[in-house]
Structure formats: structure tokens, C-alpha cells
Nanobody, 130 residues
Framework: QAQLVESGGGLVQPGGSLRLSCAASGFDFENYPMSWYRQSPGKERELVAGISKGGGWTTYNDAVKGRFTISRENDKNSMYLEMTNLNGDDTAVYYC???????????????????????WGQGTQVTVSS
């Protein structure tokens, strides 16, 4: 049984930082591209960041580029999202995803990865407020 469990969310002041973790089990983690998504009230779920199977390629939503860093440790079946300089627009439930398509664009280069199976965590709340 595949399972993804997020942790690390909470209340933080504007300008603060948080580190989210995603613990995976029940599937071959190293064969899946991984992603963080988020959803805030009244908005559609959006991709925050994605990372390739081996961790060598990353992609970011323009709204978080330069502030968030996605990483993974395949030997620990874990993925992380380091968030800095948080603002109110970052308030959302953050979801860990395995298998959804990620796309990396750099100049004329395009790289995509996906898996035929997709898994989702239950989400962790991040609230940015003073």
C-alpha cells in the first residue's frame, strides 16, 4: 500500500521559513518523479515544485522561484520543500505527490518525467500570518 505523509507545516510570520517533509512508503520511490502541490481556499490546486527521479532536475512555480527549494533523498524515501521569505500568498494546504508529470524548460531544452501510477498525501497546512 502506497503512502505519502507530509509534515512540517504550521503557523509562521511573514518573512519566515519552514521546511516541509514527505515520507513515502509502499512503492519504489526512486522510480517516481515527485512534486509539491498546494491549494488555498477559493483557488485551484497548483504545482509548487517538481523534482526528477534522480533529483538532478527541478522545476518551480514562478511565484516561488528563488524562495523555495525542493530536494529528495532516495535512500530515505523522503522529499523536502524548504520555504523561505514566506508571504500571505503562500498560505495553503501543501500536498506531496508521486508520479505526476513534471516538466523542465531551460532555453530550448525540455525534459519530462512521469509514472503510470500517482499517489497523494493528505496535506499539511501552512499559514503565513502576523
Amino acid at each position: 500500500q502506497a503512502q505519502l505523509v507530509e509534515s512540517g507545516g504550521g503557523l509562521v510570520q511573514p518573512g519566515g521559513s519552514l521546511r516541509l517533509s514527505c515520507a513515502a512508503s509502499g512503492f519504489d520511490f526512486e522510480n517516481y518523479p515527485m512534486s509539491w502541490y498546494r491549494q488555498s481556499p477559493g483557488k485551484e490546486r497548483e504545482l509548487v515544485a517538481g523534482i526528477s527521479k534522480g533529483g538532478g532536475w527541478t522545476t518551480y512555480n514562478d511565484a516561488v522561484k528563488g524562495r523555495f527549494t525542493i530536494s529528495r533523498e532516495n535512500d530515505k524515501n523522503s522529499m523536502y520543500l524548504e520555504m523561505t521569505n514566506l508571504n500571505g500568498d503562500d498560505t495553503a494546504v501543501y500536498y506531496c505527490n508521486a508520479g505526476s508529470k513534471i516538466t523542465v524548460l531551460s532555453g530550448g531544452f525540455k525534459f519530462t518525467e512521469r509514472h503510470e501510477s500517482e499517489y497523494w498525501g493528505q496535506g499539511t497546512q501552512v499559514t503565513v500570518s502576523s
